[in-house]
């Protein structure tokens, strides 16, 4: 599977930013997926995770209520809602399965929210 990240960009804080992951590969509608985020000497984290039919999801506490995570397995594309921004989560944002798959890391996209 190849994952791209997109979407990212700068926003004042209390923006919104719309995050988008394209997968290729048989395995992405069977996958658990998630979103991750690795600001500066930070170690990575993940933030939002969705099951493969998209009916459960889970978020970190710091992104709760602010952030939506959705996936179109029809399209093999996932996406991320960011509302509310906070300059804390200036990070690059990658998407990924759960459990982390080594080789599906792509570029990421950045996102970076100004005060």
């Known amino acids: 599977v190849q994952l791209v990240e997109s979407g990212g960009g700068l926003v004042q804080a209390g923006g919104s930013l719309r995050l988008s992951c394209a997968a290729s590969?048989?395995?992405?509608?069977?996958?658990?997926m998630g979103w991750y985020r690795q600001a500066p000497g930070k170690a990575r984290e993940v933030v939002a995770i969705i099951s493969s039919g998209g009916e459960s999801t889970n978020y970190a506490d710091s992104v709760k209520g602010r952030f939506t995570i959705s996936r179109d397995n029809a399209k093999n594309a996932m996406y991320l809602q960011m509302n509310s921004l906070k300059p804390e989560d200036t990070a690059v944002y990658y998407c990924?399965?759960?459990?982390?798959?080594?080789?599906?890391w792509g570029q990421g996209t950045q996102v970076t929210v100004s005060s």
């Open positions: 590969g048989s395995t992405f509608s069977i996958s658990t």
């Open positions: 990924n399965a759960v459990p982390v798959r080594l080789g599906y």
